[in-house]
């Protein structure tokens, strides 16, 4: 079934932020910032940052220059983990 395809908003929401800060590894990036960029609610996207970084995928960092960031290359990011944490 299509239906069945078809991934949630958490889902979706949750990669297109792993592919944002795939695409810069090095830069954190906080949930404002991203909330904005997808013109999402930040509240949606810190749980979904929470689920990431419990799950071991981010790391999050808190005051000047805090945000979240990719723990291992993206190259190294297994797709079976990510799709369990933003399902």
Do not use: Q, W, Y
């Not at 090095?26 to 960029?37: F, N, Q, V």
């Not at 940052?49 to 220059?65: K, P, S």
């Not at 805090?66 to 297994?78: E, F």
Request: hydrophobic share 40%.
């Amino acid at each position: 079934d299509r239906e069945r395809m078809r991934p949630t908003s958490f889902t979706d929401h949750g990669l297109r932020m792993l592919m944002r800060m795939a695409n810069a590894p090095e830069r954190a990036c906080s949930t404002a910032e991203l909330a904005e960029e997808f013109d999402l609610s930040r509240n949606h996207l810190a749980k979904i940052m929470l689920r990431l970084a419990r799950d071991g995928i981010v790391e999050t960092r808190r005051c000047g220059g805090g945000g979240a960031v990719l723990r291992m290359s993206p190259a190294d990011i297994p797709p079976v983990p990510i799709a369990g944490s933003v399902a």
